[in-house]
């Protein structure tokens, strides 16, 4: 056979998939990369060290197939979410996307609507789109923030099946209240899920909607790995919820879907949960380092409970992006006009960052 490639066009692409762009955030490799919201401190020597022995114990079983209940993972999630939670109410899977596609899986798909308050995740219409169910944006108000009566007014309105509240919300780090979750709960017989991916950099008195759980089974809470806890790599995503809202969810997921070496590594990093969270304070200083510097730089900062800065009043963000690149700094357009988005990285990190947005010059 030729090495000629077919064209999309040639293929036999699902409809509802044709035209539409795949995740696409840039991964070059520049010495200063806060794009994509990681942690940039890697996991401590010593904690790593007993990560791959965890490993190694599984590799000596890895010709049997894993626990396809992940039993021993999800106690541990239990336990690190505390909220007096049992792991019937816990799932995980590769990355908290993943955990999202199982519950558009089992309660979205054709026929149906997604619903969530844009500018948000991303991920979230195009998951959608992949099970053939429908996205459907509400809106926000102009410093991104949501009421809680605006929010059922919307969700009523679009009488959605599933909601998905990002909280806090990426890409603008903006809080959501509580009120919020329990009002657009009580406005739909939908799924309703709380992202809270970054709850993490959330002030210490922040409530999580883990609270709200009892008495409430169609919501959903779902965090990551990949974040606070310096695993992305390892794709470790999980959510609480009801355990008959869990127990559907084993109807889409792939038999075996958690490898035996993603379970051995998330288990061992769960026992050092302390420790792997140990950046936290230090990330959420320089995120508040980065507010305080582009605000002095003449940009507006928005505000932010997670790991990264969305920040206004970029002239032409192309520009400012591509100067940055051409200095080693990665940052994000996620497409906001006249804005971008930086994660807060180690303090070198994010003076490498703060230095060449000054050498770009000052705001518009
Ligand atoms: N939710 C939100 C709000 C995110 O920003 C991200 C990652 N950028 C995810 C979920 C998915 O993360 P992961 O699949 O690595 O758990």
Redesign the pocket.
């Known amino acids: 056979m030729g090495g000629v490639s077919a064209r999309l066009e040639d293929l036999p692409l699902r409809a509802d998939l044709r035209g539409q762009t795949p995740y696409g955030a840039p991964q070059a490799a520049l010495p200063v990369a806060l794009n ?2 990681e942690n940039t401190h890697p996991v401590p020597q010593d904690v790593a060290d007993d990560i791959l022995d965890s490993i190694a114990r599984a590799l000596r079983d890895v010709n049997r197939y894993p626990d396809r209940e992940f039993t021993a993972l999800r106690e541990g999630f239990a336990d690190y979410l505390g909220h007096g939670l049992t792991r019937e109410q816990l799932w995980a899977a ?7 596609q199982h519950i558009l899986q089992a309660f979205a798909g054709p026929g149906r609507t997604a619903f969530g308050f844009s500018p ?2 991303s ?1 979230y219409p195009l998951l959608t789109r992949g099970t053939g169910a429908r996205w459907v944006s509400g809106t926000r108000g102009d410093d991104y923030t949501v009421s809680a009566s605006d929010a059922a007014a919307q969700v009523a309105d679009a009488a959605p099946d599933v909601v998905f509240l ?1 909280a806090p ?2 890409p603008t780090g903006t809080p959501l209240g509580l009120d919020v979750v329990e009002a657009v709960y009580d406005a739909t017989d939908g799924i309703v899920i709380v ?1 809270e ?2 709850f993490e950099f959330a002030p210490a008195d922040a409530r999580s909607a883990l609270t709200l759980l009892p008495g409430r089974e169609r919501l959903v809470v ?1 965090r ?4 606070a806890f310096a695993f ?1 790599g390892a ?3 999980y959510l609480a919820a009801d355990p008959a809202l869990v127990d559907a969810l084993r109807l889409v997921r792939l038999p075996y879907h958690l490898s035996a070496l993603t379970q051995a590594a998330a288990s061992a990093a769960l026992r050092h949960a302390p420790v792997m969270l140990g950046m936290v304070d230090e990330i959420v200083t320089q995120r508040d380092r980065i507010s305080a510097t582009v605000e002095a730089l003449g940009y507006t900062a928005h505000e932010s409970w997670t790991n990264f800065v969305l920040f206004g009043g970029v002239d032409d963000p192309a520009t400012t992006w591509r100067a940055l690149y051409d200095q080693g700094v990665l940052i994000r357009d996620v497409g906001i006009p006249h804005h971008l988005r930086v994660t807060a990285g180690t303090t070198d990190e994010t003076t490498a960052f703060l230095d060449a947005l000054a050498s770009v010059g000052s705001a518009a």
Do not use: I
């Open positions: 994509v919201n590769n990355g908290s996307n993943e955990v999202l948000t995740y991920m990002c919300n990426n992202d991916a970054y779902s990551t790995m990949s974040k992305a794709r470790v995503g």
